[in-house]
């Protein structure tokens, strides 16, 4: 069997997890040794056999970043004829999917990363582009043999979002973790390197790691910071920031927390993995404010790394992060007009401050959580099992 699989992201560039999860996938895929597994991602040449990268269309560079996604959809689909299944992942692979299977008639499965509907807020981001990409995205899942949900609340989000869809062709395959390549490190060398960042190993510490963009929640969760006790670290893993707004938004409350309290560390680059991990295995709670999200890959890497996370309870979170044994989810009313806005913003702060503070108050407890955290990553979202229900659905779809 020859799948292609497509995705904007592939390593060395990921910025979010649906890069980590294809990478991850197509790993454990290849790894089974019967299965011809083929890549074609975005950006600039890599060097890993079997693996192809399609770069921007010069005739396009000045042009809405939503044409130039479809431009570099139009260049690669005509390289997937011959496969005997599409495999997409995000709208911005979504189209290349389907004018493939278009032209080849072979399957197209698509996974269901993020949904268009659901972030709103991307009109601040795209503009016009915005209504381009959902019509990409709608266009391909309506058409697609297969689509796959990280999670059960995902699926019933696409559900909702996309009516039309036959409920049987919606399966739930969850994220995954490498529990080998994700594991807590508090070697002298870990431990230097969360001291080269400006946080103090021996002091209770908050960690945050995610993008700045709307779904993530990053304002509520420094407003809510404000409230910890004296004396915890914030440390925050926050970059690549959708629109200069909320990048503004969260500098000025990054502003204001700093002058009232110590220990608000900032980091806005994208970090490699090693010292991800030394971060968070430094840490005394995971911070996961998301108003939307799909699973939350970092909570998985967080609990991998022996560290409990305090969440929202949204989305696929709750099929993760279990209450009171891994960590705390923490309740949110949310207005239903797909911008997953608390109907009490205040409330939905002050909840999240009081979750964070009894997580740091009870250090003994949240290492109790954090080993159960770890536990249940290892146990239940192993890629190998993933690899094989995705397999499964290949199966299916190809019948």
């Not at 970043?65 to 431009?71: E, K, N, S, V, W």
């Not at 080269?196 to 969760?221: E, M, N, S, W």
């Not at 891994?326 to 205040?346: A, S, Y």
């Not at 909840?351 to 407890?365: F, H, I």
């Amino acid at each position: 069997m020859r799948v292609d699989i497509l995705s904007k992201e592939y390593p060395p560039a990921i910025y979010g997890g649906a890069g980590v999860h294809v990478a991850e996938l197509v790993r454990a895929l290849r790894a089974r040794g019967d299965i011809d597994v083929r890549v074609r991602c975005f950006g600039a040449p890599r060097d890993e056999e079997g693996t192809t990268a399609y770069a921007d269309l010069p005739e396009l560079a000045s042009s809405n970043p939503a044409l130039q996604t479809l431009g570099v959809d139009l260049t690669l689909a005509g390289d997937c004829v011959g496969a005997d299944l599409v495999h997409s992942h995000t709208w911005y692979a979504n189209f290349g999917g389907h004018v493939a299977s278009l032209l080849g008639g072979m399957p197209h499965v698509v996974t269901a990363h993020s949904l268009e509907p659901m972030r709103p807020w991307k009109a601040e981001q795209l503009g016009g582009g915005y209504r381009v990409s959902s019509w990409a995205e709608r266009t391909a899942y309506e058409a697609a043999a297969g689509v796959v949900a990280v999670s059960a609340g995902m699926r019933e989000d696409i559900l909702k979002s996309y009516p039309s869809l036959d409920p049987g062709r919606v399966h739930v395959v969850h994220n995954g973790i490498d529990s080998e390549l994700w594991a807590a490190d508090r070697s002298p060398a870990a431990r230097e390197t969360v001291i080269r960042h400006g946080v103090d190993p021996d002091r209770p510490a908050v960690v945050f790691v995610g993008r700045i963009t709307r779904q993530k929640g990053l304002p509520y969760l420094l407003r809510a910071c404000a409230q910890l006790p004296a004396g915890v670290h914030l440390v925050l893993c926050a970059g690549a920031p959708d629109t200069p707004e909320i990048l503004a938004e969260v500098e000025h409350l990054m502003e204001g927390l700093r002058a009232e309290r110590e220990g608000v560390v900032w980091i806005p680059d994208m970090l490699p993995r090693a010292e991800v991990i030394a971060l968070l295995s430094h840490g005394t709670v995971f911070a996961c404010p998301s108003v939307y999200e799909p699973l939350g890959i970092v909570n998985l890497e967080a609990m991998a790394c022996e560290l409990p996370v305090v969440a929202t309870a949204t989305g696929g979170i709750p099929e993760v992060v279990v209450d009171g044994e891994t960590g705390w989810l923490v309740p949110i009313e949310q207005v239903q007009d797909g911008t997953g806005t608390p109907v009490d913003p205040d409330r939905f702060v002050d909840d999240l401050a009081a979750a964070l503070t009894n997580a740091v108050s009870d250090t003994e407890r949240a290492r109790r959580f954090g080993l159960a955290g770890r536990q249940r990553a290892v146990d239940s979202f192993s890629w190998g099992s993933i690899g094989e229900r995705t397999l499964e659905v290949y199966r299916q779809v190809l019948s």
